[in-house]
């Protein structure tokens, strides 16, 4: 086998040897080397250079036809200067060919290539397959999830298979349908709870009208009546007119759910509906102890409004602030600008605290249940103000502090 290696490394190298010398004059050695394709042109010229040049072994890689018309082969020439006689250099030169690790790199380079196309092939696959089996129903699943929250209750994912992908889709249009059967039913509910509000409120009030019309003559006449029945008629006609002003706003809600309010739109001066309301107020301002102003730096502000809808909110508003002022000072701002025109009730009583402000306009709530009214109310007020301003595209907001009383700010565009 050492024989065998011997062989197979003389097989790759090859020497040649140049002289140096030629024009001094001395006898010398032409060009000698062992194959015949080899000459002095084989070696680099700037490699012959170096070697005559310098005093140690140089090597440079190279390319050389080792065949007469054959390709060139890799090669490495390693070369040194040796001296045959006294004064006759030569150049050494020994040629390694890499022609047969060449195809070996070749060949790895070739491996490599493929493996990588494999892996890429791999890869790829892998990524098609989570984004079929994970990334696209995920996305499926989110698509549908924001139908659903924009109200198309009738919009299902598609179930493939049965892995955890299909189980979520099934669990997810479970979860739809409960959610589409309980809003049917809500939807229902209310549905009835408002056709129960508007027929009791329509059949109540024919024999509501009977009884305000007994009332009244009984009221009348109390001063015929003996103190204790006196009283009795007075009670009775409060208490049916009272009943009479829920009754009107529940039919007005009633309208409001239906969908059935409109607008009469005119051309209106904002001020002149405040001082309607402030003088309409005035006896209420005397019971409760409190003074009633109007301030602005404008006389004068048109908009376009239902001036009756208008009338019920600020009236709503302002005896809101009497009754619950403690007979402090309740002031009325107006402002405007290109846009829109602003009207604030500000009083200094009781307040409210921050979570009760986010609970003002329900219906029939009240700040504290266990405090009897002293003007009356319906507990419909600020609901029907909430649904006039909706209507006329505006807003109604709320701000206040305990002890220091609540501002409602009415803004009309």
Not at 40 to 58: E, H, K, M, N, W
Not at 375 to 391: F, K
Request: net charge negative.
């Amino acid at each position: 086998m050492g024989a065998m290696s011997m062989d197979s490394d003389e097989a790759g190298r090859h020497w040649i040897l140049i002289p140096f010398d030629r024009g001094a004059g001395q006898s010398f050695v032409g060009v000698q080397t062992q194959s015949p394709w080899m000459t002095s042109a084989s070696v680099p010229q700037q490699l012959q250079q170096r070697v005559a040049d310098g005093d140690g072994t140089y090597w440079q890689p190279a390319s050389v036809r080792m065949q007469e018309g054959g390709a060139e082969q890799p090669v490495i020439v390693i070369g040194d200067v040796v001296q045959l006689n006294q004064n006759a250099r030569y150049g050494l030169f020994f040629v390694y060919d890499f022609a047969d690790p060449q195809v070996t790199l070749n060949s790895i380079h070739a491996v490599l290539l493929l493996s990588m196309l494999a892996l890429l092939l791999l890869v790829g696959t892998i990524v098609w397959y989570v984004t079929r089996e994970v990334v696209r129903p995920v996305s499926s699943t989110a698509r549908v999830s924001e139908q659903l929250s924009e109200g198309d209750l009738d919009v299902r994912m598609e179930v493939r298979g049965s892995n955890e992908v299909a189980r979520l889709s099934r669990s997810f249009n479970r979860m739809a349908d409960n959610l589409q059967e309980q809003i049917t039913q809500l939807e229902q509910l209310s549905t009835m709870q408002q056709t129960f509000v508007s027929d009791v409120s329509h059949e109540l009030r024919t024999p509501l009208t009977t009884v305000k019309m007994a009332a009244e003559v009984l009221f009348n006449a109390r001063e015929e009546f003996d103190p204790v029945n006196r009283r009795s008629a007075e009670l009775l006609h409060h208490q049916v007119d009272r009943f009479d002003s829920m009754l009107s706003d529940l039919l007005e809600i009633s309208r409001f759910d239906a969908g059935a309010a409109r607008l009469d739109i005119a051309s209106t001066d904002i001020f002149s509906v405040i001082y309607d309301v402030v003088e309409a107020a005035g006896p209420l301002v005397l019971k409760c102890g409190s003074t009633l102003t109007v301030r602005s730096q404008l006389t004068r502000c048109v908009a376009q409004m239902d001036q009756r809808r208008i009338d019920r909110i600020i009236r709503n508003l302002v005896s809101n602030a009497l009754e619950h002022g403690d007979g402090k000072p309740v002031e009325i701002y107006v402002a405007s600008n290109e846009n829109a025109v602003a009207v604030a009730v500000r009083d200094y009583g009781i307040g409210m605290e921050e979570e009760q402000t986010t609970k003002v306009f329900n219906r029939f709530w009240r700040a504290d249940p266990a405090r009897a009214r002293t003007v009356g109310g319906t507990g419909l007020g600020l609901s029907i103000a909430q649904e006039d301003t909706r209507l006329h595209r505006g807003q109604l907001d709320v701000w206040a502090r305990p002890g220091e009383g609540a501002c409602f700010r009415l803004t009309l565009p």
